[in-house]
């Protein structure tokens, strides 16, 4: 006998629904769930809380879908982006802006010129103006030594095709010998490089280095087709190192030196160095192998002998060069009269050192690191010059004269020991260890567009970096006086990092089991709150109370 049973109906509505919830579709290759996700053109979208919406035109954005817009200009975001100065396309890559700039070969940006879009491989812009690239051969006779020199215009510029082979104090031979000379030309430390190339040339800048780079693509098409050693392939091969030296620029593997007197490479590496500096002990080059196919680009020691290009000065050289040397006396003469009516000096009556001081909205700072020889603080690397020149770093209960239990224990603890207002700490008499809210108001005001809700200034660290000592081009204007130097830090193991680098200075004040310090860094133009354990060594600036 058959049994019936009975299944309410409720029951079965449920089971139906769940299984049609999971029911999958397919789009293009890709199955997906359509409670959830959509089809459109062959790919899966999820929804918009819900909804479908067109991603060609449309972003999901709180609860509803939008129309994709960037400064008032509608977008496809299938294939576009907002970016900070308007819509962006994409390069191969790399991402750029079709209002001010062009894409060629779906590989290289370039700018547009005057608005106008240009054929790089012909053509270069001169300010606004596009003008014809450097074409052809030539000579020049440097007037110091009659030595002759072949060179070779290669888009916007004009180069010696031949490494310098100028005798300067200093200089050498690869090897001491003559004969390499008259091959590679001679090899100059950094600081002789920038001086050395006669009158209507200079040594070429980092930047006017990579215009080459950017056009040739490639170092075969530098190289000369001559000189450069065989190497074995990834078969195990012999393979020729040469190049096809398309442009004329013949580059040779001139090998560098050292100041001990070692040589290096001739043969197979070329180095060149290029006008910046990359902080207080090296530069940046160029470089090239006869085994590689690109052009390097590397920071070394100023010490070091590569060998020299020279780039011919051109109007838009020299009017940059003027351009910046109005502005940076400009710039200078304003910051003069600044310290001039709200600078000063004080001394220490603890061990009669005598400090800047600057006065900058209503607070009177140290306008330089503080020095105190306190129990437990160093000199960076434990060199009595780094102290003269960036202070003396200490951990932050050093820093604030109270327990070293406090470094790792939640400060709330230590709230006893702290003063308030004002927590004179390691300072002078007169002065105190600068509280959060305090370099808040700095911040604020050397940059009006910083908010109380934001850790970051957005310029104000370019405005209160010293003028010099940071590392590659992160020195400031020092428009204030405040004269910020990267000091760098050590760690509770007594490491030292990053000299030249950052600079790190204590606040009185924290969150829970660390406290707040302020930072800057050589590459931007910040100035950052961060929270760091107690027990690394930071600088410090005492403000007056």
């Known amino acids: 006998m058959n049994r019936i049973i009975s299944i309410p109906l409720t029951v079965i509505s449920i089971a139906m629904a769940f299984t049609s919830s999971y029911a999958q579709k397919k789009c293009g290759a ?212 040469n190049g096809t030296d398309e442009y004329g620029f013949s580059a040779l593997p001139g090998g560098y030196g050292d100041s001990g007197g070692s040589f290096g490479y001739v043969g197979c590496y070329g180095n060149w160095w290029s006008s910046r500096e990359f902080g207080n002990y090296e530069a940046w080059s160029r470089g090239m192998r006869c085994d590689g196919g690109s052009v390097g680009r590397g920071s070394n020691d100023k010490a070091l002998l590569f060998s020299v290009r020279c780039l011919k000065d051109d109007t838009e050289f020299l009017a940059m060069k003027k351009e910046e040397a109005e502005a940076k006396a400009k710039a200078e003469a304003e910051t003069d009269a600044y310290i001039k009516a709200n600078g000063d000096t004080f001394t220490d009556a603890r061990d009669k050192k005598t400090y800047k001081t600057i006065k900058i909205a209503n607070q009177n700072w140290m306008a330089e690191n503080l020095n105190y020889n306190a129990k437990g603080s160093k000199c960076y690397e434990n060199k009595p010059e780094n102290c003269e020149k960036y202070g003396r770093l200490y951990d932050w209960a050093t820093a604030m004269k109270i327990d070293t239990s406090c470094n790792t224990q939640n400060i709330a603890d230590c709230k006893a020991t702290i003063s308030s207002p004002h927590h004179q700490g390691i300072c002078p008499e007169g002065w105190h260890l600068p509280s959060d809210e305090e370099w808040d108001v700095l911040v604020k005001y050397v940059d009006p567009n910083w908010t109380s809700n934001s850790s970051d200034g957005n310029v104000s660290g370019a405005k209160l970096k010293a003028k010099t000592g940071w590392n590659e081009s992160g020195n400031g204007t020092d428009e204030y006086g405040f004269s910020a130097l990267p000091g760098g830090y050590s760690d509770s193991g007594g490491s030292f990092k990053n000299v030249g680098i950052f600079g790190n200075w204590w606040s009185s004040n924290g969150d829970g089991y660390e406290a707040y310090f302020r930072y800057m860094y050589y590459n931007n133009s910040l100035v950052r709150r961060g929270l760091s354990d107690g027990t690394n060594l930071n600088s410090v600036r005492c403000l007056q109370d």
């Open 30 to 241: 890709e199955m997906f769930n359509p409670n959830y996700s959509f089809c459109y053109n062959g790919k899966v979208y999820d929804k918009c809380y819900g909804m479908q919406y067109n991603p060609s035109t449309h972003i999901c954005t709180g609860k509803t879908a939008t129309r994709a817009t960037c400064k008032g200009v509608n977008y496809d975001p299938l294939k576009q982006r907002c970016g900070s100065d308007g819509v962006q396309t994409k390069c191969g890559n790399d991402w750029y802006y079709p209002s001010t700039q062009f894409c060629l070969n779906n590989t290289l940006v370039y700018d547009k010129c005057g608005g106008k879009i240009y054929a790089p491989k012909t053509h270069h812009c001169s300010g606004t103006v596009i003008k014809k690239n450097y074409i052809g051969t030539d000579t020049f006779i440097d007037g110091r030594d009659g030595k002759t020199y072949k060179t070779v215009g290669i888009v916007s510029q004009i180069w010696m095709a031949e490494n310098l082979n100028y005798n300067a104090e200093g200089s050498v031979c690869y090897g001491n010998s003559d004969s390499n000379c008259d091959t590679y030309g001679r090899l100059y430390n950094w600081k002789t490089a920038l001086k050395v190339c006669p009158s209507g040339w200079h040594l070429p800048s980092d930047a006017e280095w990579q215009i080459l780079v950017k056009f040739v693509d490639g170092a075969d098409k530098l190289k000369a087709n001559s000189g450069w050693n065989n190497y074995k392939n990834f078969l195990n091969n012999e393979t020729s190192g």
